[in-house]
């Protein structure tokens, strides 16, 4: 299965990196590698994440740092739509579609 991260998800991993990176940039690297090897292994098995309130989007909780990727899959491709650290409320609807 194809990987697409959808606009939203790019920003927020460039965002996630620039915070960590004032104060670790190995640590900010780090992260953002576990995001993306999270992300390959949800496009090999797309069922791992648990299903969401919003139709059609998954999240998958990116172990051992405090964030989800939430994500969907659209034909042959599974598409990252949103990164998010997983103390924040949930996201609305309008925030991943």
């Keep these: ?13 460039d965002g996630i990196h620039e915070y ?3 104060h670790d940039q190995r640590a900010a690297s780090a992260v953002v ?7 390959q292994l949800l496009a090999k098995y797309p ?5 969401t309130d919003m139709v059609g989007v998954r999240v998958f909780p990116i172990v051992p740092f405090p964030y989800l990727i939430y994500y969907r899959v ?9 990164v998010r ?13």
């Excluded at 990987?3 to 927020?12: E, G, I, K």
């Excluded at 659209?74 to 949103?82: M, P, Q």
């Design 33 to 39: 590698r576990r995001i993306q090897s999270a992300s």
């Design 47 to 51: 069922g791992l994440g648990r299903g």
């Design 1 to 13: 299965m194809k990987l697409r991260y959808a606009r939203r998800a790019r920003t927020d991993i």
């Design 20 to 22: 960590i990176s004032h």
């Design 74 to 82: 659209t034909g042959d491709a599974l598409e990252v739509i949103h």
């Design 85 to 97: 650290h997983g103390r924040r409320d949930a996201p609305k609807p309008e925030e991943v579609v």
